[in-house]
T-cell receptor
């Protein structure tokens, strides 16, 4: 069973606030990803990382930023939240060596910006 | 432009019926994954298919990867209400699988 955690699960915040969404995995996976998903729709890749100190932007433009200082931790930050950022944010990880084809997802953070 | 097209978009059936969901692309993928997602949760991996023409079975679910590795199908036999959810296909892209592209999903509702 995959061990990947996201906090908070739900967040309601006002416009202009700075927020950080946390993602941690205990599997030692090198690759980690952030996706944005509107309810019942497809996932859009916004950031990914190959390993420590490696971050890349995904296909969907996002005003968020990420960092990868430790293998197990991949936080996402919004400097100034806006209503257009309201969405579900999903974190995932994969193992380059053992199962590079497979991603394991956290439960997601449902963000609402008022 | 959607790299992976899923059909149908919505499916509502009675318990006991069979169904097939399709995932199509004009691009070749290194592999295809199928996920099932429940509301408010992250997707859960069901299966990965890697070889063209490959067929995998998971209890009542049968997955097939097209010979050209551009398409895949998911067949459910004797659907149950517990099968209700959003089914997503995803293709791994690139020599080191550095990106995954997701289809738009099929929302399945199985009525008791």
């Amino acid at each position: 069973e995959a061990d990947i955690y996201q906090t908070p699960r739900y967040l309601v915040i006002g416009t202009g606030k700075k927020i950080t969404l946390e993602c941690s995995q205990t599997m030692g996976h090198d690759k980690m990803y952030w996706y944005q998903q509107d309810p019942g729709m497809e996932l859009h890749l916004i950031h990914y990382s190959y390993g420590v100190n490696s971050t890349e932007k995904g296909d969907l433009s996002s005003e968020s930023t990420v960092s990868r200082i430790r293998t197990e931790h991949f936080p996402l930050t919004l400097e100034s939240a806006r209503p257009s950022h309201t969405s579900q944010y999903l974190c995932a990880s994969s193992d380059i060596g053992t199962n590079p084809h497979e991603q394991y997802f956290g439960p997601g953070t449902r963000l609402t910006v008022t | 432009t959607q790299l992976l097209e899923q059909s149908p978009q919505f499916l509502s059936i009675q318990e006991g019926e069979n169904l097939t969901v399709y995932c199509n692309s004009s691009s070749v993928f290194s592999s295809l994954q199928w996920y099932r997602q429940e509301p408010g949760e992250g997707p859960v991996l069901l299966v990965t298919v890697v070889t063209g023409g490959e067929v995998k079975k998971l209890k009542r679910l049968t997955f097939q990867f097209g010979d050209a590795r551009k398409d895949s199908s998911l067949h459910i036999t004797a659907a149950q209400p517990g099968d209700t959810g959003l089914y997503l296909c995803a293709g791994a892209w690139g020599w080191n699988f550095n990106k995954f592209y997701f289809g738009s999903g099929t929302k399945l509702n199985v009525k008791p």
